[in-house]
């Protein structure tokens, strides 16, 4: 990718050198810059002036704290980010198509390839992320397209069944006790086109991300005769934990902070990893094409991809990071992610989220599904 630079970026003279240091956090900033010569840090701040105004991050609800960002934070102390949110990522693109100026955003690894090929984003410049290396080169390949890092990747979850060991005696380790007819009523199911995707894994087909028509008929089939046993088809988390802690349901697909949340309830509970394999989503971080930031955004992601960041993430939301050096503090939470497994996230043990080359025929079908 041509490195980004504005026209006005020039050698500052020392006075100039000063003013700028004073007005963008004097000595912190330039400790944040670290070591190095004068001259490199008097051109690490001439792209800060130059790079004027805040961040602007598109990104999820939750994201925003600073505690997921504290390196860039004490890199640039005076230009806080600032954040609008995202739904999913059909939502983010059609703010960007409608004009919102992303610096950053936030999408999971099964939609690369359509903001890529949106025209609203651009690669990554590898050798600008320090701690790239860090993390784990599989999630790293998947951000990969055409040649070049589109995607950096950050946070990442299983998706599997958690239900209450009192209520619930599964008749096999499947995503199949999600079906079963004994616990109608109590079964939440996720309000997504990755259920049909599920159904697919449980009938057995090859491709369930890129399933035929015949099989997608068959997997839709599966879903309609079984929907009347959910109680729910959950979007909000916070719904679905508050349906699960008071009782109204028992069975529910979800996320690994969800059993974190459920335990801190003193719920007896357990988060199954079917013999279908586990599916996962990994989330990440892609450039604006338009970005007016570029060096920001890359010192924002790196800020997102630190040892540090990641603990936070894990320790506090219950969720993986891609920093392979990264470990929870909870020892349950780190059986549960399964840190100390090599292959945790490798198939036929984990289906990570992809693209869907036919993603709105599965949303409409899906669509029906609800109707039904």
Same mark, same amino acid.
């Given at each position: ?23 963008? *956090? *004097? ?25 004027? *105004? ?8 939750? $994201?925003? %704290? ?24 059909? &939502? ?8 919102? !100026? ?18 609203? %984003? ?6 600008? +992320? ?5 993390? &784990? ?10 040649? !070049? ?10 998706? !599997? #069944? ?24 109590? #079964?939440?199911?996720?309000?997504? #086109? ?14 369930? $991300? ?12 599966? +879903?309609?005769?079984?929907?009347? +046993? ?29 059993? %974190? ?7 007896? %509970? ?6 279908? *394999?586990?599916?996962?989503? #990994? ?33 506090? $939301? ?55």
């Amino acid at each position: 990718m041509r490195e980004t630079r504005d026209p006005g970026e020039r050698r500052l003279e020392r006075s100039e050198f000063l003013k700028l240091a004073a007005a963008t *956090g *004097g000595a912190g900033l330039l400790a944040g810059l670290g070591a190095g010569t004068a001259e490199a840090r008097i051109a690490a701040l001439s792209k800060l002036g130059a790079e004027s *105004g805040r961040l602007q991050v598109l990104d999820w609800v939750g $994201y925003e %704290v600073p505690q997921l960002w504290t390196q860039y934070a004490k890199l640039y102390p005076s230009e806080k980010p600032q954040f609008t949110f995202m739904t999913n990522e059909a &939502n983010a693109l059609g703010k960007m198509h409608a004009g919102f !100026k992303a610096d950053v955003v936030h999408p999971c690894v099964g939609w690369v390839k359509d903001f890529a090929d949106s025209g609203l %984003v651009q690669p990554w410049t590898p050798s600008k +992320l320090k701690n790239l290396l860090s993390l &784990n080169p599989s999630m790293v390949k998947a951000g990969q397209y055409k040649g !070049k890092q589109w995607w950096i990747p950050a946070d990442w979850g299983f998706d !599997k #069944i958690l239900y209450r060991t009192d209520k619930v005696k599964p008749k096999e380790r499947s995503y199949n006790l999600l079906f079963d007819d004994r616990y109608g009523g109590k #079964i939440a199911w996720f309000d997504d #086109i990755n259920q049909l995707v599920l159904a697919g894994y449980v009938l057995g087909f090859k491709k369930p $991300y890129d399933q035929t028509d015949a099989e997608l008929k068959q997997s839709q089939k599966l +879903l309609i005769s079984k929907k009347h +046993l959910a109680r729910m088809l959950w979007s909000s988390e916070t719904d679905m934990q508050a349906a699960f802690a008071s009782g109204d349901i028992w069975i529910a697909y979800a996320w690994p902070a969800d059993w %974190v949340a459920m335990k801190a309830k003193k719920l007896p %509970v357990a988060y199954m990893t079917p013999k279908e *394999g586990a599916i996962s989503w #990994i989330c990440g971080l892609m450039l604006g094409k338009d970005s007016s930031r570029v060096d920001h955004a890359h010192a924002y992601a790196d800020a997102w991809s630190s040892r540090q960041s990641a603990q936070w993430l894990e320790d506090n $939301y219950a969720y993986g990071h891609a920093n392979t050096k990264a470990r929870p503090k909870d020892a349950n939470l780190a059986k549960v992610l399964e840190v100390a497994n090599p292959n945790a996230l490798k198939e036929p043990h984990t289906h990570i989220d992809r693209y869907y080359r036919r993603r709105s025929l599965y949303a409409k079908l899906w669509d029906e599904v609800k109707a039904s």
